[in-house]
């Protein structure tokens, strides 16, 4: 999506396919490395890799947990929390935190730097299809945003388009997950870490 390009067109700049394209997306772990590396050189990308100790929590970095932990602190007990919950049997990727009631689920996706907001809203919605396709209650996906005034101030261009893609504000996200409640649709989340408060 950064690149501009479609599944078919990036397959045929990577010498590959577009079921290859499809799988690498997804977390297959059977994509070789020279073809990962193929497809982000045809995207103008470098493939890097980080080594993460196996036996600790693996979200991308401390400030990143930070996070996970206020939104799994103040969430009422009957929510049931699942920290890097994985998406489905053999696929790496993981749910950042799932809070699990009868009613409903939601898998929330922590972003900390907002560097392609879109691409990084698909790839949420991309692990939130996965994960649903196991549930038998509503999946809802909450994305959720460090509350700092450079993020309100990325987001803002497209506000119109975030408010109809996730339709539920932070201050009912928040609510909802005090509460114990549903929320009902998918929604955003803005955190402070520095006294675990909010704004909607």
């Not at 990577?14 to 994509?31: C, F, I, L, M």
């Not at 990143?64 to 799994?72: D, G, K, N, P």
């Not at 009868?102 to 392609?116: Q, S, Y």
């Not at 504000?169 to 006294?195: E, Q, Y």
Request: proline share 6%; charged share 25%.
């Amino acid at each position: 999506m950064a690149a501009g390009l479609t599944q078919r067109q990036l397959a045929a700049a990577a010498e590959g396919s577009q079921q290859v394209v499809s799988d690498a997306e997804r977390g297959d772990v059977y994509v070789s490395l020279e073809m990962r590396c193929r497809l982000a050189a045809a995207c103008r990308y470098e493939l890097g890799w980080r080594l993460h100790p196996v036996a600790t929590v693996t979200l991308r970095d401390s400030g990143q947990l930070q996070l996970v932990q206020t939104i799994a602190r103040a969430a009422h007990p009957s929510w049931a929390a699942a920290v890097e919950r994985p998406i489905a049997p053999g696929d790496m990727r993981a749910a950042d935190l799932v809070l699990a009631s009868p009613v409903e689920l939601l898998h929330i996706e922590v972003e900390r730097a907002l560097v392609d907001v879109q691409a990084q809203v698909r790839a949420a919605q991309l692990k939130r299809a996965e994960l649903a396709q196991r549930e038998a209650r509503p999946v809802r996906l909450v994305m959720a945003f460090p509350d700092t005034s450079r993020n309100r101030a990325r987001l803002a261009p497209i506000s119109e388009l975030m408010a109809k893609t996730f339709p539920v504000p932070s201050g009912t996200v928040w609510r909802g997950i005090r509460a114990g409640t549903p929320i009902g649709a998918d929604g955003v989340l803005f955190v402070r870490t520095d006294r675990g408060t909010y704004r909607p």
